[in-house]
């Protein structure tokens, strides 16, 4: 028998969805608030939820096995002072379509000039400016796992030229060339779009800097969906009031929620969302678990486990 708790401010959909379910051998607990879930900790060796609330009772989960995260990152249970004695596994495969219509949504609308023209629209101007198109335009993916991969896909569908820059891998059919390690400089010249998917680690943490922004063309327009760490923020800004580049969609930031006074709510040519370009639906998150679940009682490895030192 399996004790899981849920953490989640959604416990209660995915509470139904799971005894919807009826997994064999598991009893479970649910609730939104990790004050509660700290007293269930003697029942529990599984643990489904938000990294953020997960990292709040670790210490008070005596047989904790297997955490499964709700998110795809993890960013929150990789703190060196927590513990690490168990088996982490997050998130992946059900990100990439919601991504891509994120990143669609506004490549498309730049290309089609959507917010120029509502903004005509509102003083009564005809606004006959020639569109362009996504066809034959580059668009670099910092990133070419299941997301970037997805992402790949579509740009191919529109007709795109797609690079990908990687740490080594090449699995993706939908990607025209790959660049890796040194040839950054490489993957981001003469491109239209440049879209970082990238996870936090050390290798990727501001690896979007002043010399990376120099060698994008000034048409480039910068779109971020992986994390605000991989950004150097301040170098962005500089690049976007400068002129350096067409403009930047930012859905990620170092600080979450980004404070009023950040000056990235005024910086020129950016458009910024909040972290929500493609959130985590329970149905997709449960069929994980489930399909890990029975992995767990069938005695195999689990899915999309996270390696600590990695960070993914």
């Not at 709040?56 to 004695?85: K, M, N």
């Not at 529109?158 to 400089?185: K, P, Q």
Request: hydrophobic share 45%; glycine share 8%; aromatic share 8%.
């Amino acid at each position: 028998m399996h004790g899981l708790l849920i953490l989640s401010q959604y416990a209660d959909e995915y509470l139904r969805l799971i005894r919807a379910a009826n997994p064999p051998g598991l009893s479970i607990m649910a609730t939104s608030a990790p004050e509660e879930g700290v007293t269930f900790g003697p029942d529990c060796d599984i643990v489904l939820g938000e990294p953020s609330l997960v990292s709040r009772v670790l210490h008070r989960l005596p047989d904790l096995c297997w955490v499964q995260s709700i998110w795809a990152g993890v960013e929150p249970l990789l703190d060196p002072g927590l513990r690490r004695d168990y088996v982490l596994t997050n998130a992946r495969g059900v990100f990439g379509e919601l991504m891509s219509e994120y990143v669609f949504a506004y490549l498309l609308a730049h290309e089609r000039r959507i917010f120029p023209r509502h903004a005509a629209q509102a003083v009564c101007q005809w606004d006959d400016t020639p569109t362009g198109t996504l066809r034959g335009k580059k668009i670099g993916l910092m990133g070419v796992g299941s997301i970037g991969a997805c992402l790949a896909r579509t740009a191919r569908y529109f007709g795109m030229t797609v690079r990908g820059y990687t740490r080594a891998s090449e699995t993706c059919a939908d990607v025209d060339a790959y660049y890796h390690g040194t040839g950054l400089m490489a993957f981001v010249s003469d491109l239209d779009y440049l879209v970082s998917v990238l996870p936090n680690t050390a290798d990727t943490r501001c690896i979007v800097d002043a010399a990376l922004l120099a060698a994008l063309p000034p048409r480039a327009v910068f779109v971020n969906v992986g994390r605000g760490s991989g950004v150097d923020e301040a170098a962005l800004a500089k690049a976007l009031q400068t002129g350096r580049i067409a403009g930047a969609v930012l859905d990620v930031f170092q600080e979450e929620p980004l404070p009023p006074g950040h000056f990235l709510w005024h910086t020129p040519n950016v458009l910024i969302t909040s972290h929500t370009a493609a959130p985590s639906v329970p149905e997709d998150i449960v069929r994980i678990f489930l399909e890990n679940y029975q992995r767990l009682l069938q005695g195999e490895a689990l899915r999309f486990r996270v390696d600590f030192e990695r960070g993914y």
